[in-house]
């Protein structure tokens, strides 16, 4: 079992649409949960972290956890062409420097 | 705040040289920067942890006399793939940490350096 589980896609969803990313994560003494933006070609982009149970939300994203479930997840409301690209989860054990990432999902939004 | 910088941005080298990258932490010090490799169509790779002042911490099957990492300052690390040959082609990315930071563990990342070896 991978430790970072993400669905690859793509996901397609049309401009306007919510678009649900899901990631699931083996480490039950996990703390830190971050979604990545990465452009093809370019460096991962920090777009939310979340550390406790919940959603929290910034703008158009809502990033939500359930620890008990082991499932952390990205909401990216009222979707836009320039949100595709692909999401990388992270997840990092509080006692370890690293984090540990998912392959990613690529994300389509279509005009 | 919280940038990153890498230098170069790309590279073209000769089968057999050595390349070194930088990795700088802008606004911020950074006891703690990490390197990734990134194939294409792949997710990053960690190969190592660098803190500052002390040796990395390698991952397994990554070669440390290949690459060497020094992390000699709070805001630099550098990364130099020595006698490159075209399998170590690749985009390779560093990230910070913020210091003081063991917690959280939010890691900001640098553009990257895209390595073509000839």
């Known amino acids: 079992q991978k430790e970072v589980e993400q669905n690859s896609g793509p996901l397609s969803v049309p401009e306007g649409a919510i678009a649900s990313l899901n990631c699931t994560y083996s480490d039950r003494g996990s703390q830190s949960f971050f979604w990545y933006r990465q452009y093809s070609g370019k460096s991962p982009e920090l777009i939310m972290s979340i550390y406790s149970n919940g959603d929290k939300e910034d703008g158009r994203f809502t990033a939500q956890l359930n620890k008990a479930s082991q499932y952390v997840s990205l909401l990216i409301r009222d979707s836009q062409p320039s949100d595709s690209a692909t999401y990388l989860c992270a997840v990092s054990n509080g006692g370890y420097n690293k984090l540990i990432f998912g392959a990613g999902t690529r994300l389509a939004v279509h005009p | 705040g919280a940038v990153v910088s890498q230098h170069p941005s790309w590279v073209i080298c000769k089968s057999g040289t050595s390349v070194k990258i930088e990795c700088r932490s802008l606004d911020f010090q950074a006891t703690t920067m990490f390197w990734y490799r990134q194939f294409p169509k792949q997710s990053l790779m960690l190969m190592a942890t660098s803190n500052e002042g002390s040796k990395a911490t390698y991952e397994q099957g990554v070669e440390k006399d290949k690459f060497l990492i020094n992390h000699a300052s709070l805001t630099l690390s550098t990364l130099t793939v020595t006698s490159a040959h075209p399998e170590d082609s690749s985009f390779y990315i560093c990230?910070?940490?913020?210091?003081?930071?063991?917690?959280?563990?939010?890691?900001?990342f640098g553009p990257g350096t895209r390595l073509t070896v000839l």
């Open positions: 990230s910070a940490r913020l210091a003081g930071d063991n917690i959280y563990n939010e890691q900001f």
